[in-house]
């Protein structure tokens, strides 16, 4: 059985894609791991990997092998989990994909009083944006719009739908004519918001009286990160189109005002879908913590 390590260490730095990550996940240092998998290759006398300074992928060989014992090894790790779950009480580890917004305004405020009460579930909560396979990434729990489902997931609703709007500073619009339909925008100084899936832009959408509209927006500042864009909103660095629920507190203060209301458009809101074959006790409780309120 000691044979099978180098495999199940092999199936990690192909699954994620880095010795590093891998590393940290095994609970070994890279070296270590570097060390197993060079053995494993002079045993199979094969080269199972390419590695660059930047990047590990697996060779032909290598993609059959992992097909083969990938899975596999999965499997045992779902079982034994299951089986820890038998003692009476609900156990294990739920990893969760969300995107940060959805982290920082749902997730994290509904488990972080929801967490005493089992102290044998553990929760990982990766903030991402991408559009993200769960089954292939090994997430327990997926949590994005309801527009953005697989369609072979269970989905659950977790919060109401989501009103997109365009704001700016008081001090940005004194400098600039309020934009009177999303072609102005095209005029302005628009701070993006770039997809790490595919790398564009979050296209601007906007709806009026049934008509639709993409507006192609352009401006000096990029972020991969909301809450970058709503800072430099605030500070008059330009227009951005965020989650109302994002710049509440803004508006209230004055640091912001609204533009296009009456162009503004609503998303179905967030879901939280898990694949069938990965539900467990520990993971139905996480879900029923995020659908309360």
């Not at 290759?41 to 083969?68: C, F, I, M, Q, W």
């Not at 396979?133 to 989905?155: N, P």
């Not at 179905?268 to 006790?281: D, F, K």
């Amino acid at each position: 059985m000691g044979r099978f390590d180098d495999l199940a260490a092999f199936a990690a730095v192909v699954r994620v894609g880095s010795f590093t990550r891998a590393a940290a996940q095994i609970g070994v240092t890279q070296s270590a791991l570097s060390q197993t998998i060079r053995a494993l290759e002079h045993r199979l006398d094969l080269k199972l990997l390419n590695r660059t300074t930047r990047s590990v992928s697996p060779t032909e060989a290598g993609e059959r092998l992992y097909r083969t014992v990938g899975p596999r090894f999965a499997d045992i790790e779902t079982e034994l989990a299951v089986l820890g779950e038998l003692r009476g009480k609900p156990a294990g580890t739920v990893r969760i994909t969300a995107t940060e917004h959805a982290v920082r305004t749902l997730l994290w405020p509904r488990l972080q009083p929801w967490l005493p009460t089992f102290p044998d579930i553990k929760v990982e909560i990766s903030s991402d944006n991408r559009f993200i396979d769960i089954v292939a990434e090994r997430f327990d729990i997926g949590v994005r719009l309801g527009g953005d489902l697989a369609k072979d997931m269970i989905a659950v609703r977790i919060a109401p739908d989501m009103r997109l709007i365009v704001v700016g500073s008081p001090r940005y619009l004194e400098r600039h004519a309020r934009p009177r339909s999303p072609q102005d925008l095209t005029e302005h100084d628009c701070i993006c918001l770039r997809l790490p899936s595919h790398g564009g832009l979050l296209p601007w959408e906007f709806k009026r009286r049934g008509k639709s509209v993409n507006a192609h927006v352009k401006g000096r500042l990029v972020f991969n990160s909301s809450d970058m864009v709503v800072k430099a909103a605030v500070a008059g660095h330009g227009l951005a189109w965020v989650p109302d629920d994002t710049v509440s507190e803004h508006l209230a203060a004055g640091h912001l005002v609204t533009v296009l209301d009456d162009w503004s458009r609503t998303f179905p809101g967030y879901h939280a879908y898990y694949a069938t074959r990965n539900s467990s006790p520990a993971l139905g409780l996480v879900v029923e913590a995020l659908r309360q309120a």
